[in-house]
């Protein structure tokens, strides 16, 4: 059992920064992966950013340049660092992790079998 805990969410004006944090438990091994996504109240939920076992990171084309994902050395804590924020961002994150991900799937919110509860992310115009 994978748990995954998110924080760092908050409130903060366009153009901004805010950097997200994903702490989980359990045991990652092999073919893993680790994402963000986002989402507004009734629409889907979209891939922002992801990390393989390899440290290879994948980035929708929405926040490419604007965000960057990375770990920590003990490998137990997931960032997401979002710079140049935009009101039209959507305003809940999660972080998600799947431990045998294949690459075509990885931004697929389907594919990964692990979400942590979400954390709130608002940026005023």
């Known amino acids: 059992q994978v748990r995954l805990v998110e924080s760092g969410g908050g409130l903060v004006q366009a153009g901004g920064s805010l950097r997200l944090s994903c702490t989980h438990s359990g045991t990652m091994s092999g073919s893993y992966a680790l994402g963000w996504f986002r989402q507004t109240p009734g629409k889907e939920r979209e891939f922002v950013a992801a990390?393989?076992?390899?440290?290879?990171?994948y980035y929708s084309d929405s926040v490419k340049g604007r965000f960057t994902i990375s770990r920590d050395s003990a490998k137990t804590t997931v960032y997401l660092q979002m710079n140049s924020l935009k009101p039209e961002d959507p305003d809940v994150y999660f972080c998600?992790?799947?431990?045998?991900?294949?690459?075509?799937?990885?931004?697929?919110?389907?594919?990964?079998?692990?979400w942590g509860q979400g954390v709130q992310v608002t940026v005023s115009s």
């Open positions: 998600a992790a799947d431990r045998t991900m294949i690459l075509s799937s990885i931004r697929n919110p389907q594919q990964y079998d692990y």
């Open positions: 990390v393989r076992y390899n440290g290879y990171t």
